[in-house]
């Protein structure tokens, strides 16, 4: 055994090999049976080196590093003004001297003083005043190698925490797989569970003081070494948050001092540590008492019928907390907290409550995550506190375009959709069962942006707008996103299905419940996912060889010669590999299913997929089955097509992924096996559709797995069902625009919806795109239109022989025929008939599109 360790030692501190144990299998195997007698197995080193020290403390590896450093952000520096920036681009000579470094920290528990430098910038919290120091929220500066470390550090705290289920199944804030929407959805259906049981529901909003800052480290590290972590760590982790040296700058004053409390609010590793720092919070609940919390944002609720069965519980787990935080260093704040009584009934019950020996404000609604909750579950509060939250950003959408002039249409949408529509979206799936008046004014607000957006009048039709800006209608939009998050929670929250299907037993008819028919026609039923953020930590990009070559070698090609001169690039490029190492992939979809298909010299397959599934799904199947049936030939070089970019992309990334993606994740455990066999696997870009014969028999195959191959199994991961989703909220916008009775004029140009407006991707021109909406809409300034909309006498042209629409205008009026006779020989000259605008229109047909407007302005008449 004194043999083994001293070979593992000579193993772990062998400075002459740059390359890291744990990604490089290859170098471990070869050092091995170098140093070690012939009677010794080598298996049974490289085990006992990997098992003589504990998980927590082992060195941390490059893919660590890596994975560390690619989540980082380019945030803003410390004090030695290093960044993220700089560290990426390090070579790799200079990473695994930063990485050997880091180690040596950890095992001598070291902690440079410049990672106690901490600057301080004070940011003042939204409406609250200025002179008084607790308005503001201080942010820490911290060093960005401090934070690299903190990072690599964090993946194994949340590796650790979750496999031992440490924290609090009441906290949904910095844990995977929850968030706010969890935490608001929970409370939102307790309420509306009280009021079908005619029950009221008495919620107290608590207030903590300072969260983050009021933190014991001492206490911290204390709790961290009952629950049985590594002393190595814990020791490393209390001498780098103790002591902080901090400076406060503000204007030319600078002042400083050092601190021992709290944990930085910079710090990656400062949420999960007061996550565990709390985590015996719950044993401060009363029976039947419940409570949400997301990080120091709290709410305590109890369901009874009268005051005496909600004021004793709460008032008890009131004065637990009391205690409990005392015993920790946190306060809470009692002038901040409220309490609100959710009933439907005439007069709610009203009684007092005491935290810390003061009394708590009642109040008829409050605030909590963002979103106002008001004690019928009216959401006026909430509604009018988005509107007055988005008029500035509706102010500055006018500020950058006008009638005539000003942003890109297709910059404004997307300028909407992501300051304004965002805004609209939070926690819609609690108010998107208010009454259709409070809606409504939400819709308002949409119609309003995309008017500003296209340029079009007042008077259009407000499906009409949303149908030219591809925008859907904010009711379906808001069910889409309940659907999409009722999907996740079947596996990641289910206590919000259990809540609906106790309100399907109380009161059915409620229109909370709406949504959740909606969603029980979809028939979703996906596979238990790992949520674990460290999925692909083993993974060494280094296994596979993915070769985009041809990506470039094509560029410029024109489309008529691709398939004449594509397939003699590849077969110069590849055609010294045998057809027996050659592995052609490709997916395929149909409207009802997908599939995929390989093809190789001596070997084909054919499968189709469970649904639901998308083409990149049917991608990864192929490349995945590939390298399984790889696994039955002998070591060699083998070479994969594809002509999915977007898997390869994902095979190449090295970031952790939200949730476990069953074939991306199995190609990689593969490439990692048969990378330790000494199997080479190259994995190579081609275009699709350009007579390369093995992907077009490959094709060819994966069409046939999408009409009715073998059916290949698989996990479905819950966002497969996004998509099912996004077709019934797109199915129902459709049958809005189709039997709706305004818009017909446009929707006899566009029949059918799409979430891209008509000029997504064209190089047009604003005026151009708000002339051609105007003529789409039939709603422009003319007198046609004008007239039915009281804004002139007469809907005649001037010239008194027809009505002034826009057909008149351009092929009819004898004020401009001069005008119209060129604009005829141009049709002529291009082999172009004369047409109705409107036929013009849905055709849209860009270049008869610009002789019209071209038309229109030199005749000087505007639309």
Known sequence: MRTLWNVGRRMRNASSVNEDRESSPRWILKFAKKVCPDSVPVERIIRDVSEDRDDMDRPFSMVEFSLALLSCNNSAPGMDRIKFNLLKNLPDVAKRRLLNLFNQFLDNNIIPDDWRQVRVIAIQKPGKPASDHNSYRPIAMLSCLRKLL???????????VESNGMLSDTQFGFQIGKGTNDCLALLTSEIQLAFAQKQQMGSVFLDIKGAFDSVCVDVLSDKLHGSGLSPILNNFLYNLLFEKQMSFTHGDLTVSRISYMGLPQGSCLSPLLYNFYVRDIDDCLMENCTLRQLADDCVVSITGSIAVDLQGPLQDTLDNLSTWALKLGIEFSPEKTEMVVFS??????????????????????????????????????????LIQKCQKRINFMRTITGTWWGAHPEDLIRLYQTTILSVLEY??????????????????????CLRIA????????????????????LTDRFAELSFRFLIRCEVVNPLVIENFEKLL?????????SVYYWYMTLEVSPSPVNTNRDNFSNFDSCSVDLDLSMKDEITGIPESFRSVCIPQIFASKFGHVSGDRQFFTDGSKTDDSSGFGVYNEFHSATYMLQKPCSVYIAELAAIYYTLEYIRTLPPEHYFIFTDSLSSLEAVRSMKPMKHSAYFLNGIRQVLSALS?????????WVPSHCLIPGNEKADSLAKVGASGGDIYERQIAFDDFFALARQETLISW????????????????IPQVSKKPWFKGLDLSRDFIRVMCRLMSNHYLLNAHTFRIGLSESNLCVCGEAYQDIEHVVWG???????????????????????????????LDLEYMNLIYQFLKRVDVRV
């Open 676 to 684: 330790k066999r000494s199997y080479i696997i190259t994995i190579a």
């Open 505 to 513: 037993e109380q009161n059915p008819q409620t229109r909370f419940m």
């Open 427 to 448: 926690g819609s799936f609690c108010f998107q069962s208010a009454a259709k008046t409070h809606l409504l004014k939400l819709q308002r607000v949409q119609y309003r």
């Open 734 to 749: 459709q049958h809005k625009w189709r039997d709706g009775e305004m818009g017909r004029w446009l929707h006899s140009i």
């Open 344 to 385: 439907k009934k005439h007069k709610p019950a009203r009684f007092p409550l005491h935290l810390m020996g003061k009394t708590i404000t009642h109040s008829m609604s409050s605030q909590y995550l963002g979103v106002w909750f008001d004690s019928k579950c009216t959401w006026g509060n909430h509604i009018v506190y």
């Open 150 to 160: 903190e990072k690599m550090i964090l993946f194994r705290l949340d590796k650790w």
């Open 454 to 473: 296209l340029g079009c009048m007042n008077s259009t039709h407000t499906m009409s707008l949303e149908v030219l800006a591809g925008v859907q209608p």
């Open 813 to 843: 009026c004898n004020e401009y025929r001069e005008v119209r006779s060129e604009l005829r020989e141009i049709l002529r000259v291009r082999g172009k008939q004369q047409k109705p605008v409107r036929e013009v229109l849905a055709g």
